[in-house]
């Protein structure tokens, strides 16, 4: 009740402002105050879905995919699940529209390991410390990376309510000289951890298709995450990156022994078969999940959806700037 007055709310606000249509991120609250709000401003709406709002919290998603002009959402494999779940959901509906990065315009060779090296080989995850990104499991793998005598080093960068107990289960495992949590890293200051990786981890339980992934690729980083949902569209495994079975600890482990002896022997070769795999991941990124190309393509296909448009001045701004319109 509350987000359906929130929406006539934003009806009122909208109602002088010539909007012919809303777009909305998201398949939480803000879609439903889209909805309502559209509705009653007798206009059509929009949104894109990205992952959990999609696969574990989709409340009232059939009414909002119902009354919505069309749907965006970021891989395949939610296209698929939008359509198993809603059948009676025209298909033409459903849009694909893959998020992308900006690919740097050259990278640097990762550090390389000798075996006796200054270098330990480096596992770097990045994402906040929530349980459904499931840091803990990554720790207790490096518990048996240290007992099967791997010569590492882990960094974790993110914030978030489970630092408490990541610090607490570091300690328990005697981990404190393998495991650092790095809190909050600037994005200014990502690069220099994506050069210090040797491989970049997600032990996420639920994504959609991750930025952090498509970033460590860009840069031509050596990446293993778990096979769920959009991932492998972006991870081919043995040829852009590695996958595991979701939560196969010893599968992962395994994965990451495997790594670390390939790059080991690296030191023997010119070029390696993980020099290829770098190669695959950054050239799978700047086609495929380029930030650049694939938002003109959205913006290409968001006009044609939504009909007819008048073309705005370049040095046309708005008024002012709205805290709660930006909600939408």
């Avoid at 840091?135 to 960068?157: K, M, N, P, S």
């Avoid at 289960?169 to 949590?181: A, F, G, K, N, S």
């Avoid at 031509?220 to 991932?231: D, E, Q």
Wanted: one cysteine or more; hydrophobic letters at 40%; charged letters at 25%.
């Amino acid at each position: 009740m509350l987000h359906t007055w929130l929406g006539a709310y934003y009806a009122v606000k909208l109602q002088e402002r010539g909007v012919d249509h809303i777009h909305v991120h998201h398949g939480y609250f803000g879609s439903w105050i889209a909805m309502v709000a559209a509705r009653l401003l007798r206009i059509e709406f929009s949104l894109t879905l990205h992952g959990s709002d999609l696969l574990t919290h989709r409340a009232y998603l059939d009414a909002k995919i119902r009354h919505c002009r069309f749907c965006v959402t970021i891989s395949e494999y939610n296209r698929r699940h939008i359509l198993q779940c809603f059948p009676e959901v025209d298909p033409g509906k459903i849009l694909v529209s893959r998020l992308g990065v900006d690919v740097p315009e050259a990278t640097e060779s990762p550090p390389r390991l000798g075996h006796s090296g200054p270098h330990p080989f480096t596992v770097l995850a990045v994402g906040r410390l929530h349980p459904v990104k499931d840091h803990a499991f990554l720790v207790r793998a490096c518990e048996r990376l240290r007992d099967r005598g791997v010569d590492f080093e882990c960094a974790i960068a993110g914030e978030g309510p489970e630092r408490r107990r990541l610090e607490r289960l570091i300690r328990e495992c005697w981990l404190q000289d393998r495991v650092r949590l790095l809190g909050a890293v600037p994005r200014s200051a990502m690069d220099s951890l994506y050069r210090q990786a040797n491989i970049l981890v997600l032990t996420s339980r639920s994504e959609g298709i991750p930025l952090v992934l498509m970033e460590a690729m860009a840069r031509g980083r050596i990446v293993l995450a778990p096979a769920i949902t959009g991932i492998p569209e972006l991870v081919i495994p043995g040829r852009t990156g590695f996958l595991y079975s979701p939560g196969a600890i010893d599968e992962l482990v395994g994965r990451i022994v495997f790594v670390e002896e390939l790059m080991r022997a690296e030191r023997r070769y010119a070029v390696s078969r993980l020099d290829w795999i770098r190669h695959a991941a950054r050239v799978q990124v700047l086609h495929n999940f380029n930030r650049r190309k694939n938002l003109a393509t959205f913006c290409q296909r968001f006009l044609e959806r939504i009909g007819p448009h008048e073309v705005i001045p370049k040095d046309w701004s708005p008024p002012y700037e709205s805290a709660v319109l930006q909600q939408i």
